[in-house]
T-cell receptor, first 115, second 112 residues
Framework: NAGVMQNPRHLVRRRGQEARLRCSPMKGHSHVYWYRQLPEEGLKFMVYLQKENIIDESGMPKERFSAEFPKEGPSILRIQQVVRGDSAAYFC?????????????FGQGTRLTVV | GQQVMQIPQYQHVQEGEDFTTYCNSSTTLSNIQWYKQRPGGHPVFLIQLVKSGEVKKQKRLTFQFGEAKKNSSLHITATQTTDVGTYFCADNSGGSNYKLTFGKGTLLTVNP
């Protein structure tokens, strides 16, 4: 049973370009969460999605960031017109049910560097 | 919003010494989860504590949840070099049942 798969593992973008981060949850998991980790910081919640639905995007910046989890295919976190401050590790997690009493399985992350 | 404070930020020990990291909240936590992240790696779930005063052990690791459910600790006995990493506590009491609020973590380094 493959774990949570994220790609790419490393992504370099110039300022103003778009970044697309992909996350395939574990088999059987329909709940996906995106977190951002700045250097030497804890993870910060960004968005929670179920298939085809955004449940909570309260942690997402209002502009330039969007997320989706289509019926078919991976969840995508899109960052438009990237800026240096977007440089961070972006982790996706999945769970079989809402996370209250179950652990989250994290992917290996995408390290985004904006130059 | 919900905040979880974790101390110390860094801890360097000699191999064989013990290590403890503490997690504190100003509000009551419904449950607390602990994760370990190796350098360059991703968070890996260690344990979840739910009950007031709960104590759980995993080999050399001991996890405690305070009686008032406002604090938690992770203690490692006789550290090994494989224990190196950042240990995070995370709470999902923030009004939802899915949003984890992470502490800033304690980075443990072990001198062989």
């Amino acid at each position: 049973n493959a774990g949570v798969m994220q790609n790419p593992r490393h992504l370099v973008r110039r300022r103003g370009q778009e970044a697309r981060l992909r996350c395939s949850p574990m088999k059987g998991h329909s709940h996906v969460y995106w977190y951002r980790q700045l250097p030497e910081e804890g993870l910060k919640f960004m968005v929670y999605l179920q298939k085809e639905n955004i449940i909570d995007e309260s942690g997402m910046p209002k502009e330039r960031f969007s997320a989706e989890f289509p019926k078919e295919g991976p969840s995508i976190l899109r960052i438009q017109q990237v800026v240096r401050g977007d440089s961070a590790a972006y982790f996706c997690a999945s769970s079989p049910v809402s996370m209250r009493n179950t652990e989250a399985f994290f992917g290996q992350g995408t390290r985004l560097t904006v130059v | 919003g919900q905040q979880v404070m974790q101390i110390p930020q860094y801890q360097h020990v000699q191999e064989g010494e013990d290590f403890t990291t503490y997690c504190n909240s100003s509000t009551t936590l419904s449950n607390i989860q602990w994760y370990k992240q190796r350098p360059g790696g991703h968070p890996v779930f260690l344990i979840q504590l739910v009950k007031s005063g709960e104590v759980k052990k995993q080999k050399r690791l001991t996890f405690q949840f305070g009686e008032a459910k406002k604090n938690s600790s992770l203690h490692i006995t006789a550290t090994q070099t494989t224990d190196v990493g950042t240990y995070f506590c995370a709470d999902n009491s923030g009004g939802s049942n899915y949003k984890l609020t992470f502490g800033k973590g304690t980075l443990l380094t072990v001198n062989p």
